[in-house]
């Protein structure tokens, strides 16, 4: 069956970086577009980033861009986030996603899902 594993949260400063990976299994990973989302607490999970099948083409929510950056390696069957300047509003549960309806912003077009990886940004 299909398995997103995320990892490398945790518990960071305000202004500091952390890089999470979801490793992909039981999907042919490369002809999945790859989503992360996040959900704070009391908040509705909200759009990051995702990225297109061959990785040429990516999208991020206005709230990170020029902060996280979405990648992906095929060959490894892993979707990154790189983030960084990360603030307290960052703090959520982060989760990734795959799809194959295209590269979309909707939670709801996301059949696959991983369990999720804490990051807490301290002020």
């Known amino acids: 069956q299909v398995q997103l594993v995320e990892s490398g949260g945790g518990l960071v400063q305000a202004g500091g970086s952390l890089r999470l990976s979801c490793a992909a299994s039981g999907l042919t990973f490369s002809t999945y577009v790859m989503g992360w989302f996040r959900q704070a607490p009391g908040k509705e999970r909200e759009f990051v980033a995702a990225?297109?099948?061959?990785?040429?083409?990516?999208m991020h929510a206005d709230s990170v861009k020029g902060r996280f950056t979405i990648s992906r390696d095929n060959a490894k069957n892993t979707v990154f986030l790189e983030m960084t300047s990360l603030g307290p509003e960052d703090t959520a549960v982060y989760y990734c996603?795959?799809?194959?309806?295209?590269?979309?912003?909707?939670?709801?077009?996301?059949?696959?899902w991983g369990q999720g990886t804490q990051v807490t940004v301290s002020s």
């Open positions: 990225i297109s099948w061959n990785g040429g083409n990516t």
């Open positions: 996603a795959a799809t194959r309806r295209g590269l979309l912003a909707i939670s709801e077009v996301y059949p696959y």
